[in-house]
């Protein structure tokens, strides 16, 4: 049995037996030791979404409209210049549609030495975390700390996290709960950061944070890519995340592309059982390419298909 196949099966009998009709049940059943797991009062739903760029069309309302016609819930905006100069035009153009603005992505850096480097990075995000606000959004992706920091110039280990919680992080996730939104962590791999790797490392910066400020301002996510190199299954981290994961990345697991162009290899299905235990309700979104010359609009319908398939398999 494979790594992948061991985790679904292994992991499939406890969220079918708390689930839907089985719920009373098996909230008194954990008498063997094992931890008791509370079954979700809302059941999870998968709302798939896609990144602004990845979305075929030009203008904006031609994106929308892709979106509500092709099975998706959700998308991501970029951050920056964009966000501040179409974060406007967006809200207009939302009014009425199903769907919701799960997050904005793009580049960030809190780690420089330099004080002044790390509050010009916090000014920059304050008013693109308005405009998330005003668009409902679940929250302003972060990812604390890029680069091998270890050359003179960065802050690093616990100097940079206890920055990040009590200075950096939390400035902007003070801002984002006056605005009704988030900061959202985003654990990477080794080779991108030395800081945040894990999804419960990112959720205990997240608690730590929120402690301070008396809310939910800042939270975490998980990055199935980041994940399979960084976590030693799926369904754990995302199960001990809890109410503090907000959002999920997801791409095929060799490439890093649309799912699906890694065939066997590109198995959520426990990472879904995991979603699923906890009432997720954010998105799922992908972050990933498309092989060179291919037909981007067949690949997204079957990963439409394929995440459907395993989300109904979890
Ligand atoms: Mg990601």
């Known amino acids: ?17 708390v689930c839907g009709t089985q719920r009373a049940a098996a909230q008194g059943a954990a008498d063997n030791g094992m931890p008791k797991l509370t079954p979700p009062e809302k059941p999870a739903q998968l709302n798939l979404s896609l990144q602004w760029g990845t979305i075929p069309g030009g203008e904006i309302a031609q994106k929308l409209d892709y979106l509500e016609q092709h099975g998706y819930q959700a998308f991501e905006t970029p951050t920056g210049g964009w966000l501040l100069n179409e974060g406007e035009k967006l ?8 769907l919701f603005v799960a997050t904005a992505c793009g580049g960030s850096n809190f780690a420089y030495a330099e004080q002044e480097k790390r509050d010009k990075e916090v000014e920059n995000f304050l008013p693109q975390i308005e405009v998330l606000g005003m668009l409902k959004s679940v929250g302003l992706i972060i990812c604390p700390a890029r680069g091998k920091l270890d050359e003179e110039g960065w802050l690093t280990g616990s100097a940079l996290r206890r920055d990040f919680v009590e200075n950096t992080g939390k400035r902007m996730a003070e801002h984002a709960l006056k605005h ?39 939270a975490v996510m998980g990055d199935f890519w980041h994940m399979e190199q ?21 791409a095929s697991l060799r490439k890093r592309q ?17 979603l699923k235990l906890i009432g997720y309700q954010g998105a799922v979104s992908l972050e990933g390419g498309f092989p060179k010359d291919a037909d981007k609009e067949q690949l997204l319908a079957n990963m439409q298909r394929l995440l459907k398939e395993q989300w109904a398999m979890a």
């Open 258 to 274: 649309v799912p699906g162009v890694d065939g066997d290899a590109d198995n959520y299905v426990a990472g879904f059982k995991g």
């Open 1 to 17: 049995m494979k790594r992948r196949e061991f985790l679904a099966a292994s992991a499939v009998a406890g969220v079918a037996a």
């Open 91 to 98: 809200s207009k153009a939302m009014e009425g549609r199903k």
């Open 230 to 250: 960084e976590e030693m299954e799926f369904f754990g981290p995302f199960v001990g995340a809890g109410k503090m994961l907000k959002h999920v990345h997801i």
């Open 180 to 218: 009704g939104t988030c900061i959202v962590l985003e654990p990477l791999r080794r080779g991108e950061t030395p800081f945040l790797r894990q999804v419960l490392d990112g959720a205990v910066i997240a608690r730590d944070i929120n402690a301070q400020i008396g809310g939910m301002g800042a």
